[in-house]
């Protein structure tokens, strides 16, 4: 698949710093179609209105961020709106909830608007409502109109949750528009912020709208049900939510894990409940299949229980495998990437960096960890950037002369795969095959 030069760019940019692109990934997606249609499969069923949910399992290097960024992309490009999410320790505790909601709408995000696109998302819904308005003949210059928006606003909100919009919402959605109106940009982009679930609001933007406080963690999911049906009254197809990394928690305190992977249950129980939204969860096996992970906790264990026989995987059980690489599947990615490296020089580059100079490469860089393809494809990919890049920049370079692999220093996980450790690193408890008992949270 041929991409612009300017996503070029971007995609290389990336890849000499080791992360995964946030475009251009259809052209050198390789290994994983069958994965990308189960996806696709799942999309349709959020088009259709239903709520749905996929795990994303896979060891390290096995390209799960990778795989959920694609389906961000494919999402987007299908008319959803996304947002992608990474559990962290520090700034995104999973079993705060109003922490992952204020992630989730800060980083919402669309074709025209790619972060931060709540505040872009609803001006396009006030302006469908002044559409219908005017096509059922009112005069948007005419006394009353902007009142018949405001109405409308309150009654989509109301209609589209069943009511369930909290009061503090729909007020804070017909101040922004009522600001708007009046011109008042700054005290608007605040409720907006406010909206997106910031502590840090002024009390003069929250009197206007007449609230108190921040959007806690017990209301937070209300919150999401209002934004979604924004979403959708502003035409996007639905929203899909990426949470990454949730092999992180398993680094946390026992009472922390236990809330979050109950978060996590409560979450997947009411994905149902939420017609148009389609939740991607990625994590390690590790996190998925040992005690101090999901199989500590029963009634999530039991709801996304991932089954194999023998070499044969449902791809539509809730868990969705990936493979690790091999050599040919990292050489066809060598080779795409080759093919749209955004360079004057194509002949150079093609006589220059041969199939044969590639496997050489793949072979230089596994050499490192044992031989194992499957943990080296940051490494091998930052390696075969720097390659072409020197090409690009030096006539009279040539890498099957000149070229010596030195490996970058490696990342902890990577040291951790070279040792045969897992790749989250975590001391273990005398208690980790207790497990965990099932609780009720608050949102």
Known sequence: MAIGKREAVRVFQALRSGTVPDCGLDAFAVGIERQRAEIGRL?????????????????????????????????QARGFATSFVVVSDNDLRFHNFNEVYQKVVSELGTTACPRGALGDVIDRWI???????????????????????????????????????????????????DLKQKGDLAD????????????????????????????????????????LEIVKAAEYKGLVIVVDELETVLRARKDTRGKSLNGLRQIIDAAKDFPGLFWVFTGTPDFFDSRRGVAGLEPLFDRVRFEKQGKFVNLRQPQLELTPFDRDRLREVA?????????????????????????????????????????????????????????????????????????????????????????????????????????????
């Not at 999309?43 to 389906?71: H, I, N, P, Q, S």
């Not at 005419?142 to 018949?148: N, R």
């Not at 982009?189 to 959007?215: F, H, P, Q, R, Y």
């Not at 002949?347 to 793949?362: K, P, Q």
């Open 43 to 75: 999309l349709d069923m959020a088009e259709a209105g239903d709520g749905v949910f996929k795990c994303l399992r896979g060891g390290y290097g096995c390209g799960k961020t990778f795989t959920a960024r694609l389906a961000v992309l494919d999402a």
């Open 127 to 177: 302006g469908r409502i002044e559409e219908s308005l005017i096509e059922l003949g009112d005069d948007p210059d005419a006394d009353g109109f902007d009142e018949k928006v405001r109405a409308k606003l309150e009654e989509q909100l109301g209609a589209l949750t069943g009511g369930r919009a909290p009061e503090d919402m729909v007020r804070v959605v017909r101040t922004i528009f």
């Open 188 to 227: 608007a982009g605040s409720l907006i912020s406010w909206l997106s679930g910031s502590a840090n609001v002024g009390a003069s933007a929250k009197k206007k709208a007449e609230i108190k406080g921040d959007i806690g963690s017990k209301d937070a999911l209300a919150y999401l049900r209002g934004i």
């Open 335 to 443: 080779l795409k990437l080759r093919e749209i490296f955004p360079s004057e020089y194509r002949a150079r580059i093609e006589s220059r960096i041969t199939a044969e100079f590639i496997d050489r490469l793949v072979g230089d860089v596994s050499k490192g960890f044992g031989g194992d393809v499957g943990i080296v494809p940051r490494q091998f990919l930052r390696s075969f950037t720097s390659v072409l890049d020197l090409v690009d920049q030096y006539e009279e370079y040539n890498p099957a002369v000149d070229y010596g692999f030195e490996a970058d220093a490696r990342s902890p996980e990577e040291e951790r795969a070279k040792a045969g450790r897992k790749p989250i690193e975590y001391e273990p408890e005398p208690d980790d095959n207790d497990g965990y008992p099932e609780a009720k949270l608050a949102w």
